[in-house]
């Protein structure tokens, strides 16, 4: 660990193979050429981007998700490993021929690789943060999905609710904000100082975002459609209790770690209960 910086690495390497644009393979066959001059003040500035703490994906604009490459920049917030299981989730349980939406979009992450992993989706992906549509846009350009996803500026369902498709989703995703308030101190500075508020803070305990998300996802869904939300690893039965069981049946599914982090829920519909 160098600088308390204990990818310190790895870091250097991605740092290496953005500056010289060359692959992993070739970075070992060439283990020993010397950087160019005009590299060399490329990786310095890299490097002290670094050790004040920026994130890698901030700094080189990119970050892999779900085996493709999505552009990054500091409206957004960095795609999350732990977010592949929402979308895998997704990609299992929906029907043929499915309408999405992904409310809270942010980079375009999860409703990109929705659209691209299944070529009949239509997807339609909400931001209130027009900065971050942006950079959703770029990303639905740059995987070629734009006929299918479209962008939508505003608060969670808003958009939607009222108008024609509402009562015709099958599927919500939601990585909405889930920080509680008093942890937003205690994340790691990479993430605090660097990565967008909006896009962590999600009221006192962390829920208040999907706690106004659920009676507009009753406005939009079909029966039987479904509510995937993902949540904080201690958030698990409180966010089971904002659900009326009446209306939903509720499932919290464990990440690789082991840890509360999606939660599945399926829309009865009002009064048919079939689950
Ligand atoms: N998982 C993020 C973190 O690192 C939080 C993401 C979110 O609030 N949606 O804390």
Redesign the pocket.
Known sequence: MAHGINTAALDAEVCVLHITGMDRAALYQEWDRTLKDQELTQHNIFISRRLSGEPVAYITGHKEFMSLDFCVDKSV?IP?PETELLVEKALEIMPPLPFIVDVGTGSGAIAVSLAYYNREARVFAIDRSLAALAVARDNCIRHSVSDRVELQPGDLLQPLVGSAPAGAVDLIAA?????AEGDLLE?PGE?RMFEPRL??A?GRDGLAHYRRLIPQAIACLKEGGYLLM?IGFDQGPRARGIFDPQFWAVQIQPDLAGLDRLVVARYKGAGKHFI
């Open positions: 917030l999350r990585n909405l904000p889930y920080v994340l993430v896009a962590l999600g993902e």
